[in-house]
């Protein structure tokens, strides 16, 4: 398998130590590196340029000794594309491009990062990176570590979608641009998760596993390309609004405790307490069944002629319907939805795939698993549930969620 096939997920802006005294030596030892390198092949140093590659240096290292962190073996993507720093490319405005290439190629040299260059042109498949042995003893020797490692409380805490694309556009939702003036309610919101990541910054948040556990969690996870692995510096949180609108979503999202498997929650530790989980049972079809002012079943999850070990694939098929839209809502529309199985072993590139593509994988995978149809599952949710049938395929979560 090439490199650029590799798992990886993209580097990540913004990062610096907590205490910039303690890193100062770390900085300063990498600052001399680069600096080295420049003179090789300029006539003088970086001038007043300085500051600037110190805060570049910091946020490429403190980026990758995260990921180093969290697993060794896996690589950060990043682009070199000249485009890519100015315009509307996603460094620019951020990250100076001739320094930021300048700081990878040097360090890289050195011995301090893996570096995989691609050739320009593979826009699908980004160059990789990612830190070695080296760089992380640099770190842990001036006693640093993951809890050393800050983000900005207040970048990119409240993030606004477009509408899914139609056809014939393809793609994901995008960003779109917003004030805070646009809504009464962002000021407050913005205030509230501000300090709310502040708080998480400055609290211990671990979980007391085996090595051999970790790497089970980091396995599972690296079936999630937004995850891949325990990251314990991500402990910022956003929430994320859908349809252009502030009524629609607004979820949390970005902590890593919130991808740890159910069974290991148990093990996260706050400031080295250890943590109960509260388990509100049928939380969603209970609200559903309140607000229609109805009973609901004593579990909403139990389906007539669906064996109970199904449960989790129920659950998630009832939150699929409904969340789904008025346009899945057609039978002949299904096939678009898929449940929460993999085929074993997973297809070469599956982390590359497009939901469209690995939805059929996924039928044939809990075909495989339950000996019947995935729309079989759908269709007996709905006939079970048919005193709230009304919520299925109309995108009701995200208004019950803001009420």
């Known amino acids: 398998m090439s490199v650029f096939d590799e798992p990886s997920r993209r580097n990540r802006l913004g990062l610096h130590f907590i205490d910039p005294e303690k890193a100062a030596p770390v900085?300063?030892?990498?600052?001399?590196?680069?600096?080295?390198?420049?003179?090789?092949?300029?006539?003088?140093?970086?001038?007043?340029?300085?500051?600037?590659v110190r805060n570049h240096i910091?946020?490429?290292?403190?980026?990758?000794?995260?990921?180093?962190?969290?697993?060794?073996?896996?690589?950060?993507?990043?682009?070199?594309?000249?485009?890519?720093?100015?315009?509307?490319?996603?460094?620019?405005?951020?990250?100076?491009?001739?320094?930021?290439k300048d700081i990878i190629d040097s360090l890289a040299a050195a011995g301090y990062i893996e570096n995989h260059i691609q050739d320009a042109g593979q826009k699908d498949k980004s160059s990789r990176m990612r830190g070695t042995p080296k760089l992380a003893a640099l770190i842990e020797d001036e006693l640093l570590s993951w809890a050393s490692i800050s983000t900005n409380p207040s970048e990119g805490v409240l993030i606004l979608k477009s509408e899914k694309p139609k056809k014939p556009k393809k793609g994901s939702r995008k960003e779109v641009l917003f004030k805070d003036s646009d809504d009464l309610r962002i000021p407050?919101?913005?205030?509230n998760l501000e300090?709310?990541?502040?708080?998480?910054?400055?609290?211990?948040?671990?979980?007391?596993?085996?090595?051999?556990?970790?790497?089970?969690i980091n396995n599972r996870l690296r079936k999630d390309p937004d995850r891949l692995a325990l990251d314990f510096t991500q402990r910022k949180l956003h929430r994320s609004f859908v349809n252009n609108s502030w009524d629609e979503g607004g979820r949390f999202y970005g902590g890593w405790w919130q991808g740890v498997p159910s069974e290991y929650r148990q093990y996260i530790q706050i400031e080295g307490k250890q943590t109960v989980e509260w388990d509100y049972s049928s939380i969603h079809p209970s609200i559903l069944y309140i607000n229609a002012g109805l009973p609901r079943p004593i579990d909403a999850y139990d389906i007539p002629d669906w064996d109970k070990q199904y449960r989790?694939?129920?659950?998630?098929?009832?939150?699929?319907?409904?969340?789904?839209?008025?346009?899945?809502?057609?039978?002949?529309?299904?096939?678009?939805?898929?449940?929460?199985?993999?085929?074993?072993?997973?297809?070469?590139?599956?982390?590359?795939?497009k939901r469209g593509e690995k939805a059929p994988i996924r039928r044939k995978a809990f075909k495989k698993l339950t000996g019947r149809d995935y729309?079989?599952?759908?269709?007996?949710?709905?006939?079970?549930?048919?005193?709230?049938?009304?919520?299925?395929?109309?995108?009701?979560?995200?208004?019950?969620?803001?009420?």
């Open 375 to 403: 729309n079989d599952l759908l269709t007996d949710i709905i006939k079970h549930h048919k005193p709230i049938d009304n919520v299925f395929f109309a995108q009701v979560w995200g208004g019950v969620a803001e009420a």
């Open 58 to 100: 910091e946020q490429v290292v403190v980026d990758l000794y995260a990921m180093w962190y969290a697993d060794p073996t896996l690589y950060i993507g990043y682009s070199r594309g000249d485009e890519n720093f100015k315009g509307d490319g996603c460094y620019a405005g951020k990250l100076n491009g001739k320094i930021f």
């Open 27 to 52: 900085i300063n030892a990498l600052f001399d590196v680069v600096h080295a390198a420049r003179m090789k092949v300029a006539t003088k140093g970086y001038g007043k340029q300085e500051p600037e």
């Open 188 to 191: 407050a919101m913005r205030e």
């Open 195 to 216: 300090a709310i990541n502040k708080k998480l910054e400055e609290t211990l948040i671990n979980i007391f596993v085996t090595d051999d556990q970790q790497a089970d």
């Open 312 to 353: 989790g694939l129920i659950k998630k098929a009832f939150n699929q319907l409904i969340n789904g839209s008025e346009k899945t809502k057609p039978k002949t529309q299904w096939f678009k939805l898929a449940p929460d199985t993999y085929p074993d072993p997973l297809p070469a590139g599956w982390d590359k795939m």
